[in-house]
């Protein structure tokens, strides 16, 4: 049964299932990625089956035992070998962190973490809601009861606030990158026998691309996996000798997970409550359980206790009074977009399985075949492969009953499987030994992983660092750098976003809930949003019945398209529909040139204050600033980097007076 399972999602993984949906999560870059494989398996099995035979001939191309012999040398049983590995990996993780993603988080929920962070750092769990928050509010901040806080767990802030403490957030990704290969480490000590399997399952999952990537970053991931292999490592020694302070410590590890990503620490802390059940009956002792128990309380404590003083709740938490109560796991409509189905969990799944064959290695070859290979011909498991494919089991249930598509470096949503994935992969050169023997299947399978290692060395990794190192420029701008050498001081930034965001924060500022701004803003013609929110923000401050303006205007849902007129793609544009010179006005702007609001929240300069430009309503903020000097900030299209250029006080104040539409 296990062999099927294994079989069909491996399979799945192969085929380009997103394209059979009529969704828009369609794969267009599957025909090249097919014909990358092909040609890859092509020569590499060629090229292998040709060294396996030429190798009888001539035997100093392959002496049996050499690679395991080598490999043995990086075993993690030696502390001075798994200090190397762990050091090794950290300091790459680091360099990648610096030298690809600039020290800068590149994504929303990167920016997101680090403001969470930033605000724990100075002794608060939320800070104050701006008088009017138009001009701050920003995706994943919820604004509620004059609270203005992160929507992630607490977890993953508690560390970077060490880093933010010494201005370096940065650092903690790939420190505690770092940390996750030691714990992988002592697992692979305790689990698998082969010193050769051991070394090349820890420098596999410490050194593949999807690794470095995902560790180098701001992302939660990393450190949810850190916490979970800490539970396993825990575990397997609490299982040797039970002790007080190791059960409380795996329990605590456990707890640190579920407060990071909860889903990630229940796929894989089910299975484990299992196994721990199962090991205490066969010992007739449940008592030692209670240790581990005792060690999730105090991090699930400090969540409630941060639910509560932000969301006034002891159990609701950011996320759930963000998005709404269809935000959580099952078949439901989504806080946005199309409702979650069997069918749409189906494709998601097939989706990062497909995104996994390619991210995971990077090589000419699936990145999934080989370990899949080695599992489908392998023997009799082992409680703990056994532990582990069940944990990789749940979390792809988990991640099929959940709406989102989390992409972002890769699939970042299965990113625990690659530790299993490397142990598997690792293994492919003995489980062909033991099936096959040490002849031809066996040398042309250590040859062939030779040549895919290669592949990955030679074009691969060098194409993902290209495309990775110029990923979201718009977020890499050193805004606070450039004004020190324009001599900016005490001023107001006006970051020019596209018409549509200011749309979506527009109406976030008038209480409409961001899964209701997200549905008005795709099913409503731009220009008539635009007019409708300008009404209801001229009456009574803005305090009138907005949802029951807006719902009406999505009758003609159906008739929109997507702008043809501005960069901004999401803007809706109904066909025949007039546009108000304002409306034009706001087209022209997209056309000259937007930035991103988000990465400046995080500025460290005191006296700029980064806001989003909002044309005539900017007299609020540039009254509350009367002596501030006025900037605007924007990219053109095509340029490298935004511009800051003086504004004109008098010319926002008196297009404010105009009470231009």
Same mark, same amino acid.
């Given at each position: 049964m296990a062999r099927l399972v294994v079989a069909a999602l491996l399979v799945l993984s192969l085929l380009p299932v997103p394209n059979w949906f009529p969704s828009e999560r369609s794969v267009p870059w599957y025909p090249f990625v097919v014909q990358q494989w092909l040609v890859g398996a092509a020569w590499i099995g060629t090229a292998a089956v040709a060294l396996g035979l030429l190798s009888r001939r001539k035997p100093g191309l392959w002496r049996d035992g050499s690679l395991a012999r080598a490999l043995a040398s990086f075993d993690p049983i030696h502390p001075r070998a798994l200090g190397l590995i762990v050091g090794g990996a950290t300091l790459g993780y680091l360099a990648v962190a610096a030298g690809v993603f600039e020290r800068r988080p590149l994504l929303i929920d990167e920016v997101v973490q680090v403001f969470q962070a930033r605000t724990y750092a100075m002794g608060r769990l939320w800070l104050p809601v701006d008088p009017d928050p138009a001009f701050r509010s920003t995706l994943n901040l919820v604004e509620d009861q004059g609270r203005w806080f992160s929507h992630f767990p607490p977890g993953w802030a508690l560390l970077l606030t060490l880093g933010e403490l010494i201005g370096a957030p940065w650092v903690v990704g790939p420190v505690v990158g770092g940390l996750t290969v030691w714990m992988w480490g002592l697992i692979l000590r305790r689990i698998e026998p082969s010193p050769s399997v051991r070394a090349g399952a820890l420098l596999i999952a410490a050194f593949a691309p999807f690794t470095v990537f995902v560790a180098a970053s701001h992302m939660n991931h990393g450190p949810a996996l850190f916490w979970i292999l800490a539970a396993v490592a825990g575990w397997l020694a609490f299982m040797k000798r039970p002790r007080r302070l190791t059960g409380v410590m795996v329990g605590l590890a456990i707890g640190m997970a579920a407060i990071t990503r909860p889903a990630e620490a229940a796929a894989f802390g089910l299975p484990a409550a299992l196994w721990g059940l199962w090991w205490a009956k066969s010992r007739g002792r449940f008592a030692p359980l209670a240790w581990i128990v005792l060690g999730v309380v105090p991090p699930l404590v400090f969540l409630g206790l941060v639910n509560g003083a932000t969301t006034g709740s002891f159990l @609701?938490?950011?996320y759930q009074l963000l998005w709404g109560p269809n935000v959580g796991l099952g078949f439901h409509p989504a806080p946005y977009g199309p409702p979650h189905t069997p069918g749409r969990g189906f494709e998601l799944v097939a989706l990062y399985l497909l995104r996994l064959n390619t991210f995971l290695l990077e090589a000419p070859i699936p990145g999934l075949l080989m370990a899949g290979v080695a599992l489908g011909l392998s023997g009799p498991l082992r409680p703990a492969d056994r532990y582990f494919l069940g944990s990789a #089991? %749940? #979390? +792809? #249930? /988990? $991640? !099929?009953? $959940? &709406?989102?598509?989390? !992409? !972002?470096l890769g699939p970042r949503f299965v990113y625990p499987l690659v530790p299993i994935l490397a142990l598997w992969t690792a293994r492919l050169p003995s489980v062909i030994a033991g099936r096959f023997g040490t002849g031809l299947a066996h040398r042309a399978t250590g040859y062939a992983m030779a040549l895919a290692l290669a592949g990955t060395l030679a074009t691969g990794l060098p194409a993902r660092l290209g495309g990775t190192s110029a990923l979201a420029p718009g977020m890499r701008f050193d805004a606070d750098g450039a004004a020190a050498l324009a001599g900016i001081r005490d001023a107001v930034i006006l970051v020019r976003e596209s018409w549509g965001s200011q749309l979506l924060a527009r109406m976030w500022a008038l209480g409409i809930s961001k899964p209701a701004s997200e549905r008005y803003y795709r099913h409503i013609d731009a220009c008539r949003l635009d007019r409708a929110l300008a009404e209801q923000e001229r009456s009574v401050g803005g305090t009138g019945p907005v949802e029951s /303006? +807006?719902?009406? +205007?999505m009758a003609d849902s159906a008739g929109l398209v997507r702008s043809p007129f501005s960069p901004d793609s999401s803007e809706r544009f109904l066909p025949g529909a007039p546009y108000a010179p304002g409306c034009l006005a706001r087209v022209n702007e997209d056309r000259q040139g937007t930035a991103i609001l988000a990465p400046f929240l995080l500025s460290r300069r005191?006296? #700029? &204050? !980064?806001? =989003?430009? +909002?044309?005539? =309503?900017? =007299? /609020?903020?540039? %009254?509350?600033?009367? @002596? %501030?000097?006025v900037y605007l900030l924007y990219q053109t299209p095509g340029a490298p980097n935004p511009v800051i250029v003086p504004a004109s006080r008098d010319s926002i104040m008196a297009l404010a007076d105009a009470g231009k539409p």
């Amino acid at each position: 049964m296990a062999r099927l399972v294994v079989a069909a999602l491996l399979v799945l993984s192969l085929l380009p299932v997103p394209n059979w949906f009529p969704s828009e999560r369609s794969v267009p870059w599957y025909p090249f990625v097919v014909q990358q494989w092909l040609v890859g398996a092509a020569w590499i099995g060629t090229a292998a089956v040709a060294l396996g035979l030429l190798s009888r001939r001539k035997p100093g191309l392959w002496r049996d035992g050499s690679l395991a012999r080598a490999l043995a040398s990086f075993d993690p049983i030696h502390p001075r070998a798994l200090g190397l590995i762990v050091g090794g990996a950290t300091l790459g993780y680091l360099a990648v962190a610096a030298g690809v993603f600039e020290r800068r988080p590149l994504l929303i929920d990167e920016v997101v973490q680090v403001f969470q962070a930033r605000t724990y750092a100075m002794g608060r769990l939320w800070l104050p809601v701006d008088p009017d928050p138009a001009f701050r509010s920003t995706l994943n901040l919820v604004e509620d009861q004059g609270r203005w806080f992160s929507h992630f767990p607490p977890g993953w802030a508690l560390l970077l606030t060490l880093g933010e403490l010494i201005g370096a957030p940065w650092v903690v990704g790939p420190v505690v990158g770092g940390l996750t290969v030691w714990m992988w480490g002592l697992i692979l000590r305790r689990i698998e026998p082969s010193p050769s399997v051991r070394a090349g399952a820890l420098l596999i999952a410490a050194f593949a691309p999807f690794t470095v990537f995902v560790a180098a970053s701001h992302m939660n991931h990393g450190p949810a996996l850190f916490w979970i292999l800490a539970a396993v490592a825990g575990w397997l020694a609490f299982m040797k000798r039970p002790r007080r302070l190791t059960g409380v410590m795996v329990g605590l590890a456990i707890g640190m997970a579920a407060i990071t990503r909860p889903a990630e620490a229940a796929a894989f802390g089910l299975p484990a409550a299992l196994w721990g059940l199962w090991w205490a009956k066969s010992r007739g002792r449940f008592a030692p359980l209670a240790w581990i128990v005792l060690g999730v309380v105090p991090p699930l404590v400090f969540l409630g206790l941060v639910n509560g003083a932000t969301t006034g709740s002891f159990l @609701t938490s950011g996320y759930q009074l963000l998005w709404g109560p269809n935000v959580g796991l099952g078949f439901h409509p989504a806080p946005y977009g199309p409702p979650h189905t069997p069918g749409r969990g189906f494709e998601l799944v097939a989706l990062y399985l497909l995104r996994l064959n390619t991210f995971l290695l990077e090589a000419p070859i699936p990145g999934l075949l080989m370990a899949g290979v080695a599992l489908g011909l392998s023997g009799p498991l082992r409680p703990a492969d056994r532990y582990f494919l069940g944990s990789a #089991l %749940a #979390l +792809l #249930l /988990v $991640y !099929f009953a $959940y &709406w989102h598509d989390g !992409f !972002f470096l890769g699939p970042r949503f299965v990113y625990p499987l690659v530790p299993i994935l490397a142990l598997w992969t690792a293994r492919l050169p003995s489980v062909i030994a033991g099936r096959f023997g040490t002849g031809l299947a066996h040398r042309a399978t250590g040859y062939a992983m030779a040549l895919a290692l290669a592949g990955t060395l030679a074009t691969g990794l060098p194409a993902r660092l290209g495309g990775t190192s110029a990923l979201a420029p718009g977020m890499r701008f050193d805004a606070d750098g450039a004004a020190a050498l324009a001599g900016i001081r005490d001023a107001v930034i006006l970051v020019r976003e596209s018409w549509g965001s200011q749309l979506l924060a527009r109406m976030w500022a008038l209480g409409i809930s961001k899964p209701a701004s997200e549905r008005y803003y795709r099913h409503i013609d731009a220009c008539r949003l635009d007019r409708a929110l300008a009404e209801q923000e001229r009456s009574v401050g803005g305090t009138g019945p907005v949802e029951s /303006v +807006l719902g009406p +205007l999505m009758a003609d849902s159906a008739g929109l398209v997507r702008s043809p007129f501005s960069p901004d793609s999401s803007e809706r544009f109904l066909p025949g529909a007039p546009y108000a010179p304002g409306c034009l006005a706001r087209v022209n702007e997209d056309r000259q040139g937007t930035a991103i609001l988000a990465p400046f929240l995080l500025s460290r300069r005191p006296d #700029l &204050w !980064f806001v =989003r430009d +909002l044309q005539e =309503r900017n =007299r /609020v903020i540039l %009254a509350a600033h009367p @002596t %501030a000097s006025v900037y605007l900030l924007y990219q053109t299209p095509g340029a490298p980097n935004p511009v800051i250029v003086p504004a004109s006080r008098d010319s926002i104040m008196a297009l404010a007076d105009a009470g231009k539409p």
